[in-house]
Structure formats: structure tokens, C-alpha cells
């Protein structure tokens, strides 16, 4: 059978494989032939054989997908072709490294330069992908972007990956707090810290895996706090590792920040617990209130408050029946709403409508 549309997935192998592999999942359920026109690293002269290799498949090519973080491709493909082009911009750069991260200061010339990022691959594109509305607001706000360039596909996770365990009915001598992350301001290691400082009397333990740009200022602080009643496992770990870490514990952790970019994501963390029926504590954000009812889906608490989120974890610590009710109805509602046959619709229906 002749394919309606021939889509390309042009760019680097990039990050955040879940969100990719569902993404392309998405493209291959339509009567497309899929095209990788693909690098596996990012530099000069990789971007120079990228460009080649586009050039020479563009005339048999009706649509262009770009996965995140596919800024700069998005905008050299706009000098190559007027072919529709879709772009999974994720998150803003200019939001991560000057709002959050504070990698640049706002009218730097890198800060500059990460707005233009934004701001000119969202105007390459006839389609700009983003993780919740909260961002839409964002991207159309900041960068004046029509907001019917822009559409919210949630984060999911891979089913063979991430998924429940049933386990026995026992009372257990301890609650294990896990969370996984790479360190950023957005996760509020601190306001995590603090908290377990907080219960340092109580039969809670923590576990925080992960390392990143703020771990040597929170290893002080752990330090300094003397927090024999958490461990920190400083290193990178592969997916179905993070399934497993999550499976051996009692409550996961979201995000605490007190950035813009913690009021607008929600991140992956948040889906994978979902997914293998967890029940989750996490910042009162106005992204989390898009999708999740607090003390059903899971625990709101305050932003960037450690005694609240402190209260919280005794709650669900001192309280089996309320952390089954919000592990069950967070995974039934993963289940219904967030699964990635659901999330993309809204992209299916546009490359159906596109190939008409």
C-alpha cells in the first residue's frame, strides 16, 4: 500500500529517549513511511554532514519532525525546504538557562542567544510540541508565538518499562522516600534535605539518586545537616533501573523549586511513579493542577517549604490507607488519561489532517 505522507525525523539521537520513542510511536500509527535522517552527536562538522544528507532526501519528503532538543535544526531545515515542519521544542532553553539554571544572566549575550533559540525555532515551525498548558502560556506570552502553533502532548512513559507490582499486604518497619533527578535548581534538593532533617526522629529513610549542577552545594548541606537517615547515591543509572529503585519504595518524590519552570513542567519523575502505582508528593504548581487532583492523584504541598513537605511525608508515613488510595487512583488515572496511546492524539490528528 503507497504511504498518504512520507514524514522525516530529522536531527540528533538527542535526549530523553521515553519521550522520543513514544513520539515516534505516534508517527508510525499513521499510513506513513517513516524516514531517519538522523546524527548520533551533536557537532560542526555532524550539523555540516546533517545538511547533505537532508538535501539529498527532501524532494521525496511531505513532513518534518524534530525531536528536543532539536532547536538549531528546526531553524537551519527553515533555510533548506517550506515543507511543513514539527517541532518537539519539550521546554524553553532560555527558560532552563537563565530562569532556572542560571547559566546566563538575562541580557548576557548567552542569555540573548538562548532567546533566539526559542524564538526563532518556534518561528521555523508550523508545529510546536510542549509538555503541559502552563508552557503554552509561556511560549505564547514570551516569544509571541499564535497559540494554535503550539500543542500540549504530556509526558507518558514506556509500558515495558515502567509498570506495578503487587505486593503483599504487611506492615512495614519503615517508610522509604525515594527521588531520582539530576540536581537542578528546578528539583529543590535542598527543600528535600531540609525536610528529612525535619524527621530525622522518625522511622523515615530517604534516598536521593542522581547528581548534577547542584550537588556539591547540596553534599555540603547534607553534610552539615548530619543526616544519618538519608542516602545519597550520587551517580547516573539506567532506566529500568530507576523502575526498580521505585519499586522498593513507599513514597516518590516530585519537584520543590521556587523557579518559573516549577510552576510550568511537570517531569518525568512524576509519570514514571504514576505508572508503577506510587503514591507521589509534590509541589502545588499551577502545571500540576492541569492534570492532578490533590489527595487523590497524589500530595500537594507548599513550593520550596521544607517543614510543609515534611508534614506531608508524615502523613502518608503515619496514614496505609491514604497512601493506597492516592497510589491507586494516581495509577487508574495514568492509566486512563496518560498512557501514550491517549497523550498523542492531538499530534495523530494533526498528521492525519496534514496527509488528507
Known amino acids: 500500500m503507497t504511504p498518504f505522507l512520507t514524514i522525516c525525523i530529522l536531527g540528533f539521537t538527542g535526549k ?26 551533536k557537532d560542526f562538522f555532524s550539523y555540516i554532514h546533517l545538511i547533505f544528507k537532508f538535501i539529498k532526501l527532501k524532494k521525496k519528503i511531505d513532513l518534518i519532525f524534530i525531536h528536543f532538543p532539536g532547536y538549531q535544526v528546526a531553524i537551519l531545515a527553515r533555510c533548506f525546504t517550506w515543507k511543513p515542519i514539527i517541532l518537539d521544542a519539550f521546554t524553553s532553553v532560555y527558560l532552563s538557562g537563565v530562569e532556572d539554571r ?45 497559540k494554535h502553533k503550539l500543542k500540549c502532548i504530556y509526558l507518558s512513559t514506556l509500558p ?27 528539583h529543590g534538593i535542598d527543600v528535600i534535605l531540609r525536610s528529612a532533617f525535619l524527621l530525622k526522629d522518625e522511622n523515615i ?14 553534599l555540603k548541606l547534607y553534610s552539615d545537616l548530619k543526616l544519618s537517615n538519608t542516602f545519597l547515591l550520587p551517580r547516573k543509572i539506567k532506566i529500568e533501573a530507576i523502575h526498580a529503585c521505585l519499586l522498593q519504595s513507599d513514597i516518590s518524590l516530585g519537584i520543590f523549586g521556587n523557579s518559573l519552570k516549577s510552576e510550568i ?44 513537605l515534611a508534614e506531608k511525608i508524615l502523613l502518608l508515613h ?16 495514568f492509566q486512563k488519561k496518560l498512557i501514550p496511546q491517549k497523550v498523542l492524539m492531538p499530534l495523530q490528528k494533526y498528521i492525519t489532517d496534514h496527509s488528507k
Open 16 to 41: 530523553n529517549p521515553s519521550r522520543k520513542t513514544i513520539l515516534n510511536q505516534g508517527l508510525k500509527t499513521h499510513d506513513a513511511e517513516i524516514i531517519s535522517c538522523e546524527m548520533p552527536k
Open 205 to 218: 529513610f530517604f534516598v536521593l539518586i542522581g547528581r548534577g549542577q547542584t550537588f556539591p552545594e547540596m
Open 160 to 186: 515495558h518499562i515502567f509498570y506495578p507490582i503487587k505486593k503483599k499486604n504487611h506492615i512495614i518497619p519503615h517508610t522509604l522516600v525515594q527521588f531520582h533527578g539530576s540536581y537542578i535548581p528546578l
Open 102 to 146: 542560571k547559566n546566563a544572566r538575562k541580557y548576557s549575550f548567552r542569555g540573548l542567544y538562548y532567546y533566539l533559540l526559542d524564538y526563532l525555532s518556534c518561528k521555523a515551525c508550523n508545529l510546536i510540541l510542549l509538555d503541559t498548558h502552563a508552557q503554552i502560556d509561556y511560549f505564547s506570552s514570551q516569544f509571541m508565538i499564535p
Open 318 to 333: 503515619k496514614n496505609a490507607d491514604l497512601r493506597k488510595y492516592i497510589s491507586d487512583q494516581g495509577y487508574q488515572f
Open 265 to 308: 513542567v511537570i517531569p518525568n519523575k512524576v509519570y514514571e511513579a504514576l505508572a508503577t502505582q506510587k503514591p507521589i508528593i509534590s509541589s502545588d504548581t499551577q502545571a500540576m493542577r492541569e492534570l492532578f487532583v490533590d489527595r487523590k492523584h497524589m500530595l500537594f504541598c507548599k513550593k520550596g517549604d521544607p517543614q510543609d
